[in-house]
């Protein structure tokens, strides 16, 4: 079975510095894809960056970057720049060809002014 | 207005009532999810339904149920709940992508409001 695992519960940061999430998986698949969500106060789930496991480049959408360590299992999200609107929790997620998704127990991050 | 919307957004009910949560899109998608979401836990997968006449339980069906009216509504129930049932509930959505390398295919899903549900 997949696992999905986040080993920092909760993580704070300053304003304008970069934070790394970290996630490792486990699965005996070779294609697959893997997801970050951001859930803020509001309690929404937002995609913030997914990354296709056949494809060897980092997913980068603006402030959000990956570092997708496939033989190592490891998939960790950098933030740059980080603003207090990244305050949030954040979940790590794997997806196989079947749609479910399998879900991280959460990292919450806060941004300190 | 919301893609996929999620009645009632907050939700306090008592030990062994029967109750329903309700999710509609707009999306047109056919592939339907109820997910559970407890402090701690992350999101887990109770059922899912990929059309109208498809109905499969996921990590934590038991003391569930579903029922898929039509493609666009999927409604979750709890026959007799009970307190640690008390949780946030998402809906979501998916629909069949094209991959875009032509070896594998993506479908987003797509996540309602959520429905924070306390059973006393």
């Known amino acids: 079975a997949q696992t999905v695992t986040q080993s920092q519960p909760e993580m704070s940061v300053q304003e304008a510095e970069t934070v790394t999430l970290s996630c490792t998986y486990d699965?005996?698949?070779?294609?697959?894809?893997l997801f970050w969500y951001k859930q803020p106060p509001s309690r929404q789930m937002i995609l913030v960056i997914r990354?296709?496991?056949?494809?060897?480049q980092n997913a980068t959408e603006n402030r959000f970057s990956v570092n997708f360590q496939k033989a190592a299992k490891s998939f960790s999200l950098k933030i740059s720049d980080s603003q207090l609107g990244d305050t949030a929790m954040y979940f790590c997620?794997?997806?196989?060809?079947?749609?479910?998704?399998?879900f991280g127990k959460g990292t919450r991050l806060h941004i300190l002014p | 207005d919301a893609d996929v919307t999620q009645t009632p957004r907050n939700r306090i009910t008592k030990t062994g009532k029967r109750i329903m949560l309700e999710c509609s899109q707009t999306k047109g998608h056919d592939r339907m999810y109820w997910y559970r979401q407890d402090p701690g836990l992350g999101l887990r997968l109770i059922y899912y339904s990929f059309d109208v006449k498809d109905i499969n339980k996921g990590e934590i069906s038991d003391g569930y149920s579903v029922s898929r009216q039509a493609q666009a509504k999927f409604s979750l129930s709890l026959e007799s709940a009970i307190p640690n049932q008390t949780a946030l509930y998402f809906c979501?959505?998916?629909?069949?992508?094209?991959?875009?390398?032509?070896?594998?295919?993506?479908?987003?899903?797509?996540f309602g409001p959520g429905t924070r549900l306390t059973v006393l």
């Open positions: 990354q296709e496991a056949y494809k060897q």
């Open positions: 979501a959505t998916s629909d069949l992508a094209p991959g875009t390398s032509g070896t594998s295919s993506y479908n987003e899903q797509f």
């Open positions: 997620a794997f997806m196989n060809r079947d749609d479910k998704i399998i």
């Open positions: 699965t005996s698949e070779s294609n697959y894809y």
